[in-house]
């Protein structure tokens, strides 16, 4: 079952953690789950907004060099078309540098306009995944597990240290 990342001080991640304080974009879920099968790891984020949701993600082989450590090779990237909203659906108001804006008289005026973009997003939602490869010297890395119960994992890597909570878990509902 993947787990999902609460917590990380990977450089990185900060600017998509930042989106969460743009109005109307939200971080839905940043994620990664592990194949222990096929030996691969795929990290996913999903943003979303009133129009549609957005997930991209990242697939790496490993190798395990040691009961707490794998080596790690980022292969592949992947932007899935947007899943454009059936209908939009706007917060009534909105906060924008402690200015509240009612955003009812939008709502309003753009219920004329549901069938329409439902018809787009159908049209856009079937579209084909992006994929590419991952180039340059950055593609490898290491990961460290210093900590692993049955909700919780805690590694660290070349690139910072990753607190996770296992999908599903009691914890996430603290």
Aim: proline share 8%.
């Amino acid at each position: 079952m993947p787990r999902l990342s609460q917590y990380t001080a990977f450089s990185e991640l900060l600017p998509l953690l930042a989106v969460g304080s743009i109005p109307l974009l939200k971080v839905d879920k940043i994620g990664q789950a592990i194949n222990t099968s096929s030996l691969t790891i795929e990290n996913s984020t999903t943003l979303s907004s009133p129009f549609a949701t957005v997930s991209f993600s990242a697939s790496a082989a490993f190798e395990v060099r040691s009961p707490s450590r794998i080596q790690v090779e980022f292969k592949e990237g992947k932007l899935n078309p947007p899943e454009i909203k059936s209908s939009i659906n706007f917060p009534e108001n909105l906060d924008i540098f402690g200015q509240k804006i009612n955003l009812s008289p939008v709502q309003q005026s753009l219920s004329p306009l549901q069938n329409a973009v439902a018809s787009i997003g159908r049209t856009i939602s079937s579209q084909p995944s992006l994929k590419a490869p991952i180039p340059g010297e950055r593609t490898k890395s290491w990961l460290l597990i210093t900590y692993l119960d049955k909700d919780f994992r805690i590694s660290r890597g070349d690139g910072g240290l990753f607190v996770l909570v296992k999908e599903g878990s009691p914890l996430l509902n603290e």
